[in-house]
């Protein structure tokens, strides 16, 4: 077994630090630290020489142009999304390589297994069948598909024809659907009838239905999953595969400018209101392809598995368009990683020879506590490489990650980055490291991060403040918040100006430059690897007519890293009981869906308030997490936190 990284024990307080070995650093794609010095003297030309590699029907006559909230690159240039991912390799002859493994959750059903010209069929002929529906470029066209390859097929085949996608998880409630596509203005959904999780078949289309009402939705595209037994309503749901099968293979892809809008993405904000995260074309090309090879080590041949959900931006970003801009092969899976038992992540490695394995702490803490029999059994050492993304890994999980899955030789990849960002920012890359348990590493070359105070000086290695973004910004980085730019200023560009991006992330630097995300310094939380804002929580239970008020804060947990916890008043004349808790998680799946169901509901009679009547959630936060509930001078109330802390056994 050849050793990818050494023990380096340079520092005895730095105990585990990784480098690569000069095989990990032959094979990289970038193994010279003059990288860092070299994009940070130019950067504007660093993104310039990466976007060479791409395909452009119009080279851009500038590279990087920046107004204050309206940054723009490769201005002028024009190229297709669909076009770098399929048509690019089919013409350099790769055609036949396999673009998508797909792996159903069901063990007696077959991988589907997709070339680049195949997909590239199927993508041309629903980019067709949306063209005939009448989707023109620039029109909104929501997704809400499970993890199954017409998920990648969609979002290529808008790409294809510039139609801005807008995917919603398929977790999400129709209530969470309804409120995306009003605002995104889809007038077409892609879904499917249904999906299997854990052994049972799911409904989505009941959901997809619910959803709709209310919408400008005319037209309802249903992939048949399952056995298609779903009602399907005359004139308005068609079925995928009867209008595939009509279409012409033949899809020219359209040609965007640079700057055109290529899909929104609907994320939590600090408020009740999920904001459309608007992601333009050349800029997101360039750095999704570019950050997919480097970060993950993106060979020919590669087979490469991102486990995240094609809903969330690290399914947009790191299983479509990065693999296949890459012309790797991306694998999906169907399922639960626990059926039909608790091996069965390894036993796909396994099965498909998986090179690179990207996915969360959440999800690695709980393989950790299934037990070191389960990767055991199975032959890993196709791995070469190891990636983590969306909040903070421990060092246990850490450790684990390493020595069980990665067999102690491949290097762990943390990526810090944002729905936002589009695309990885700060991660240490495979051949100049360090990998060390808990910390990102350096920004990604070309991406200038600043650790800065409140008042917006940076701050000394070592101690804490906030992570922020300075222009020339990266690429990717979001153009605007879908119908309200506004809030996009007032979001990311009030704190520290216009030419720094306010991440909401507080982070520390080592002496060396890398950088340690401590978690959001702002009211979102990471549920299980799923962003979730305590104010979306707020405003679902409230919805409830026994509600009169409600209080969200989170609370650390082993598992799932943050769980949010609701302090909750009934109207008067309504007792506490477990069915009003029961009906009150069931408003919270039927507004959100069941990524927001609260940890525990706590029935109070008040919360502590200031003068103003604001409820201070701050204290509420540290009376759950046993933290000290600091200064109560300001609050108008302050009897009820001795009365909170003897209900919830507090002993901070
Ligand atoms: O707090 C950071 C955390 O996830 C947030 C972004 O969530 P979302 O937009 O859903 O995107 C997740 C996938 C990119 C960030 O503000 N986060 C993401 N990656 C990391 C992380 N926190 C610590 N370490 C990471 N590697």
């Not at 499970?146 to 409630?173: D, K, L, T, Y």
């Not at 997101?284 to 480097?294: E, L």
């Not at 099965?351 to 070191?372: C, E, N, S, V």
């Amino acid at each position: 077994m050849s050793e990818a990284i050494k023990w380096v024990k340079k520092d005895p307080l730095k105990e585990n630090v990784f480098w690569p070995n000069e095989a990990m650093k032959e094979r990289a794609w970038v193994s010279d630290e003059s990288i860092y010095a070299e994009a940070k003297a130019d950067p504007e030309g660093f993104w310039a020489r990466q976007a060479e590699e791409l395909h452009w029907s119009k080279h851009w006559d500038k590279a990087y142009e920046f107004a204050p909230q309206n940054y723009k690159w490769f201005v002028g240039g024009k190229l297709n999304l669909s076009y770098n991912s399929l048509d690019r390799h089919i013409e350099a002859g790769h055609g036949d390589r396999i673009a998508l493994i797909w792996e159903p959750e069901p063990v007696d059903e077959e991988a589907v297994k997709l070339t680049y010209k195949e997909l590239h069929r199927l993508v041309s002929k629903l980019a067709n069948v949306l063209k005939g529906l009448g989707v023109q470029k620039g029109d909104r066209v929501g997704i809400y598909l499970p993890m199954i390859p017409e998920a990648v097929i969609a979002m290529q085949a808008c790409a294809r024809i510039g139609a801005p996608h807008s995917v919603v998880f398929s977790a999400f409630s129709p209530d969470s659907l309804r409120d995306r596509m009003i605002d995104a203005g889809a007038k077409v959904l892609i879904t499917a009838d249904g999906y299997y999780r854990r052994g049972k078949a799911i409904n989505l289309k009941k959901n997809a239905d619910a959803g709709i009402q209310g919408t400008p939705v005319e037209k309802v595209v249903v992939v048949k999953r399952l056995d298609g037994s779903v009602p399907m309503e005359a004139e308005r749901d068609l079925w995928y595969h009867e209008l595939i099968e009509g279409a012409s293979a033949e899809c020219p892809a359209e040609q965007m400018d640079s700057e055109d809008l290529a899909f929104l993405l609907y994320t939590s904000g600090t408020t009740g209101e999920p904001k459309g995260i608007m992601h333009t074309t050349g800029g997101y090309a360039v750095q999704s392809y570019i950050t997919a090879k480097w970060d993950f080590d993106l060979h020919e041949g590669d087979v490469y598995w991102c486990t995240a959900d094609v809903g969330w931006i690290t399914g947009h970003t790191y299983i479509n368009y990065g693999p296949l801009m890459n012309g790797v092969t991306s694998v999906m899976y169907e399922g639960s990683p626990d059926t039909p038992d608790c091996g069965r992540m390894w036993a796909i490695i396994e099965k498909h020879k998986i090179t690179q394995l990207y996915t969360a702490p959440t999800a690695i803490r709980m393989f950790l506590k299934w037990g070191d029999e389960w990767p055991a059994k199975h032959d890993l050492s196709s791995l070469r490489l190891l990636g983590t993304v969306g909040e903070p890994i421990n060092v246990d999980a850490w450790m684990w990650y390493f020595k069980k899955i990665g067999g102690g030789r491949c290097p762990i990849i943390d990526t810090w980055w944002q729905t936002e960002s589009g695309a990885t920012l700060v991660n240490s890359l495979p051949g100049i490291g360090p990998f060390i348990p808990t910390i990102a590493g350096r920004p990604f070359p070309g991406v200038i991060g600043r650790i800065l105070d409140a008042g917006g000086s940076p701050v000394p290695a070592g101690e804490g403040g906030y992570l922020s973004i300075v222009s020339p910004f990266p690429p990717a980085l979001t153009r605007g918040i879908y119908g309200d730019m506004e809030r996009f200023k007032a979001q990311y560009y009030t704190e520290y100006g216009p030419e720094r991006y306010f991440t909401s992330d507080g982070a520390r630097v080592d002496e060396m430059g890398n950088i340690r995300i401590t978690g959001r310094v702002d009211d979102v939380m990471n549920v299980a690897g799923h962003r979730l804002a305590t104010a979306e929580v707020e405003s679902a239970l409230a919805q409830n007519d026994k509600v009169s008020e409600v209080a969200v804060v989170s609370r650390p947990h082993d598992l799932k890293g943050e769980v949010p916890v609701a302090f909750v008043l009934l109207k008067a004349g309504v007792a506490h009981s477990d069915e009003i808790r029961k009906e009150l998680m069931g408003t919270v799946t039927t507004v959100i869906g069941p990524t927001g169901r609260p940890d525990e509901i706590i029935f109070v009679d008040d919360v502590p308030k200031t003068r103003s009547g604001k409820i201070m959630r701050r204290v509420l936060k540290a009376l759950v997490r046993n933290e000290p509930v600091g200064d109560l001078t300001t609050l108008q109330n302050a009897e009820s936190v001795d009365h909170l802390k003897e209900m919830i056994g507090y002993s901070g």
